[in-house]
Nanobody, 122 residues
């Protein structure tokens, strides 16, 4: 099992930026595909972005493409999500996930963090 802890959420104005971090436990972090997901009130959890173990494959949801950037530092066991040009519709609880068990864009990951709230005001 991989333990994940998100940080960096908060309040931002539309057009602003936030950077989320996801710290992972364990010595095998570098082996895992990781992902970011989000869930707004009353909605299902949705895919935001994912990153392969070596960082070379990074799919994004169409709604964030060109605005968000996913990255990872395997030496620090940490994954990041740089969010620019934020919109009110980006407001959600953001979750990091580890060990995809199927398609990287699905919610079928083995491990999840507790989530961090991102609120974007207009």
């Amino acid at each position: 099992q991989v333990q994940l802890v998100e940080s960096g959420g908060g309040l931002a104005q539309a057009g602003g930026s936030l950077r989320l971090s996801c710290a992972a436990s364990g010595r095998t972090f570098s082996r895992y595909t990781m992902g970011w997901f989000r869930q707004a009130p009353g909605k299902e959890r949705e895919f935001v972005a994912a990153i392969s173990s070596d960082g070379t494959y990074t799919p994004y949801a169409d709604s964030v493409k060109g605005r968000f950037t996913i990255s990872r530092d395997n030496a620090k066991n940490t994954m990041y999500l740089q969010m620019n040009s934020l919109k009110p519709e980006d407001t959600a609880v953001y979750y990091c996930a580890a060990r995809a068990r199927g398609a990287t864009t699905s919610v079928n990951y083995a491990d999840w963090g507790q989530g961090t709230q991102v609120t974007v005001s207009s």
